[in-house]
């Protein structure tokens, strides 16, 4: 494993209790990073006692504005200003059609997948702009690409995340601020326990590589584009799909 240089920096990871998010964190903690986990979970606290010193778990409905600024208060108190971001925190809904798909389920995967991501960037970019300096990696998904049917919300969601990932990199080109986006096909996580067996089958078919994403793989791509040496992609998008990506 590639050592990542991360030491003296402080960096919020949404969903950071399990799967993904949690590999990020754990990656991030062993280049040298303070963590500290966004996350509703109960498992958040046993997560981020498995890092050590390293690890902070925050208690953060991302939905909603005053508990990512209350959140954003107790990171910083505790650990120091945040410098870097990894949106990961999201949820798939369920599978269904469109004219099938029931109007609370799309608005809860809005909220979490869109608004969310956008609150958490909201909250951390002034004083990334103050400091001259911010790594924000939204994780999106190779669905917000292609659009995987019987999940239009979780398709739409994701979709809106690369495109205000890129207006975002746009709007910070100006600073030493890199914000990209990952599309990972889908990593055999929690969120599977969302998702019909037959979803599932759909997506592993779509794969060239024949198997599903290792968090782990994910976490080391997303490693390098948080650190110093990410230092001219911006607005950029990149893909952990195992081949599916043709664009």
């Given at each position: 494993?590639?050592?990542?240089?991360?030491?003296?920096?402080?960096?919020?990871v949404t969903?950071?209790?399990?799967?993904?998010?949690?590999?990020?964190?754990?990656?991030?903690?062993?280049?040298?990073?303070?963590?500290?986990?966004?996350?509703?979970?109960?498992?958040?606290?046993a997560?981020?006692?498995?890092?050590?010193?390293?690890?902070?778990?925050?208690s953060?409905?991302?939905?909603?504005w005053?508990?990512?600024?209350q959140?954003?208060?107790?990171?910083?108190?505790?650990?120091d200003?945040?410098n870097?971001?990894?949106?990961?925190a999201?949820?798939?809904?369920?599978?269904?059609?469109?004219?099938?798909?029931?109007?609370?389920?799309?608005?809860?995967?809005?909220?979490?997948?869109?608004?969310g991501?956008?609150?958490?960037?909201?909250?951390?970019?002034?004083?990334?702009?103050s400091?001259?300096y911010?790594?924000?990696?939204?994780?999106a998904?190779?669905?917000?690409?292609?659009?995987?049917?019987?999940?239009?919300?979780y398709?739409a969601s994701?979709?809106?995340?690369?495109a205000?990932?890129?207006?975002?990199?746009k709007?910070?080109a100006?600073h030493?601020?890199?914000?990209?986006?990952?599309?990972?096909?889908?990593?055999?996580?929690?969120?599977?326990?969302?998702?019909s067996?037959?979803?599932?089958?759909?997506?592993?078919?779509?794969?060239?590589?024949?198997?599903?994403?290792?968090?782990?793989?994910?976490?080391?791509?997303?490693?390098?584009?948080?650190?110093?040496?990410?230092?001219?992609?911006?607005?950029?998008?990149?893909?952990?799909?195992?081949?599916?990506?043709?664009?």
């Open positions: 494993m590639n050592k990542i240089d991360l030491d003296g920096h402080i960096a919020i969903g950071g209790a399990q799967g993904i998010g949690f590999a990020v964190a754990e990656r991030l903690a062993e280049s040298g990073a303070q963590v500290a986990s966004w996350d509703l979970a109960e498992s958040n606290e997560a981020m006692e498995k890092l050590g010193s390293s690890g902070l778990a925050v953060c409905d991302i939905t909603d005053n508990s990512v600024t959140a954003l208060a107790q990171t910083r108190d505790a650990l200003t945040p870097i971001l990894v949106n990961s999201g949820i798939a809904g369920p599978n269904a059609l469109v004219e099938d798909y029931a109007l609370d389920d799309w608005q809860r995967v809005i909220q979490i997948n869109l608004t991501t956008f609150h958490v960037n909201r909250a951390v970019l002034p004083e990334m702009k400091a001259n911010g790594r924000i990696v939204n994780i998904s190779i669905a917000g690409k292609e659009g995987n049917p019987n999940a239009s919300a398709s994701k979709a809106a995340v690369i205000l990932t890129k207006s975002l990199g709007e910070t100006g030493d601020i890199a914000v990209n986006a990952v599309t990972p096909a889908a990593a055999r996580t929690r969120i599977f326990d969302q998702m067996q037959e979803h599932i089958d759909y997506m592993l078919s779509k794969i060239p590589r024949n198997r599903f994403l290792q968090v782990e793989e994910a976490a080391g791509m997303i490693a390098w584009l948080v650190s110093p040496e990410n230092s001219f992609t911006t607005g950029a998008v990149f893909d952990l799909s195992g081949g599916r990506a043709t664009y």
